[in-house]
Nanobody, 123 residues
């Protein structure tokens, strides 16, 4: 059974940093494309970053240059390093996994999801 478990998020001031982690169970992270998504109150879900089986990455324009997605195969864990955080980054963040071979994966390709973790950035 595939399960994704995110670390606790947190609250930081603008300009600060946070690192989210997502531990995977029931499969090997290097075998799936993975991604981070977020949903802010009253807004649509937004794809933040994706990483392929071979380490290729994509980022939303809103986070490019500030966020970094990475994967530790030995720990079977996905990460999202978030720097220079802004109040508009405040959202519930979700990790997700796509078992399909397509790259880059469509949002609908992500079949497995974590429970979500809250990130709050204050002025």
């Amino acid at each position: 059974q595939v399960q994704l478990v995110e670390s606790e998020g947190g609250s930081v001031q603008a300009g600060g940093s946070l690192r989210l982690s997502c531990a995977a169970y029931g499969y090997t992270v290097r075998d799936y494309s993975m991604g981070w998504f977020r949903r802010a109150p009253g807004k649509e879900r937004e794809r933040v970053a994706r990483i392929s089986r071979n380490g290729s990455t994509t980022y939303a324009d809103s986070v490019k240059g500030r966020f970094t997605i990475s994967r530790d195969n030995a720990r079977n864990t996905l990460y999202l390093q978030m720097n220079s955080l802004k109040p508009e980054d405040t959202a519930m963040y979700y990790c997700a996994a796509s078992p399909l071979l397509r790259w880059p994966p469509l949002d609908t390709d992500f079949r497995y999801w974590g429970q979500g973790t809250q990130v709050t950035v204050s002025e």
